[in-house]
């Protein structure tokens, strides 16, 4: 029922309520001043109802079309930008808490990040951090999600802070400790030294906590579920630069430029044991990936927002006929069971 409709039928009662009331004994009635009073008060009443029942629904209007108006911004959103992973949760927890805060900005209601369909828009990243890790974490949005692998092509940079005289069993600070040794021998001209033999192609044996497979399941997994795993065997990386920033026994500090598939964990372990020693990593910051860098690129939470990621959006290219046959010819091949390699090792890898 309309407003107006409602307006009518209580102005209506309350004029026969007045006509009962002021009639006389022969049936005449009789207005006096307190009825026109009360009429004139129901009418103004009913008149401010209405006002504000407009007002009201102007008002939701509004809001619903600036809610639609956000949400057709952030579908129209597409490219790659970096942000701020702190340490603590996954790459994938902090994707999630991401992608809720610009659904509630664009007015959806109840927004669950965690479901994979039906999603307004898409959104992923590239390389993932380890829980322990900070540092720049790619994102793609929209179209730019299929491009994460084309421009995430080049180098990284990392920031490691290592102890020297204890190995653990992940060789990070979230593992145990499962091997202690001196290191009061390691100097820091031999630690620099030793350093040389860790530059340009080297042969490196990924960690066995990682997210490379193993018959279609993570390596991480399988291990946290008591199974025995064998290490992967060693596989070419490049290390384009690497610096001792700081020794402090037992701890040290090394920054780290190197190529896709590269492990900061499994370069501190065989670091240390070339010096006859051990190690493990305390912390670990990603400074660079691909064009972004973090102090120029990533942004922190209080800025994932519609109005800074479009600011700071790199555009994506628009993929060539070569790009789009190749894909087309590649989701038409079956894939037989075989070993995952891990996306090059970004995953979980440092």
């Keep these: 029922m309309g407003v107006s409709c409602v307006m009518d039928r209580m102005l209506h009662g309350a004029y ?49 079309t600036l809610q639609n108006g956000s949400l057709s911004k952030l579908q129209s959103l597409h490219g790659i930008f970096a942000i701020y992973k ?28 965690r479901k994979r369909k039906k999603q307004p828009f898409k959104i992923g990243h590239g390389g993932t951090l380890d829980s322990n890790a900070s540092g720049v974490l790619v994102v793609g949005i929209g179209e730019g999600t299929k491009m994460l692998t084309t421009m995430l092509a080049g180098s990284k940079k990392y920031r490691a802070v290592g102890e020297l005289g204890k190995a653990t069993d992940t060789l990070d600070v979230t ?48 291990l946290k579920q008591g199974q025995e795993v064998e290490a992967k065997p060693a596989r070419p990386v490049t290390v384009y630069s690497l610096s001792l920033q700081d020794f402090s026994p037992p701890l040290f500090t090394i920054d780290v430029e190197c190529g896709g598939g590269f492990y900061v964990r499994s370069l ?35 800025c994932w927002t519609l109005a800074d990621i479009s600011q700071a959006l790199q555009p994506c290219p628009k993929p060539s006929e070569q790009q789009k046959n190749a894909k087309k010819a590649k989701s038409k091949q079956k894939l037989g069971p075989s070993e995952s390699k891990g996306d090059d090792g970004d995953h979980n890898s440092d």
């Excluded at 949760?89 to 664009?106: G, I, W």
């Excluded at 820091?188 to 530059?199: D, G, M, R, V």
């Design 16 to 64: 026969q309520k007045q006509v009962k009331d002021d009639t006389n004994s022969n049936g005449l009635l009789l207005m006096s001043s307190v009825t026109l009073e009360r009429t004139t008060n129901t009418d103004t009443w009913m008149t401010s109802s209405i006002c504000a029942a407009e007002k009201s629904r102007t008002s939701m209007a509004g809001v619903s």
């Design 86 to 113: 702190k340490e603590g949760p996954t790459s994938a927890d902090v994707l999630n808490t991401l992608k809720k805060a610009l659904l509630k900005e664009a007015g959806v209601a109840n927004p669950n990040p």
């Design 175 to 222: 593992g145990n400790v499962v091997e202690e040794k001196s290191y009061d021998h390691i100097t820091k001209e031999a630690f620099e030294e030793k350093l040389k033999q860790f530059t340009g192609e080297i042969m490196q044996v990924p960690p066995l906590y990682s997210a490379l497979k193993k018959d279609g399941k993570r390596m991480s997994v399988l």
């Design 268 to 302: 501190v372990d065989d670091l240390a044991k070339g010096l006859l020693s051990c190690a493990h990593i305390k912390e670990l910051s990603r400074t660079k990936q691909g064009q972004f860098t973090l102090e120029e690129h990533a942004l922190k939470e209080e």
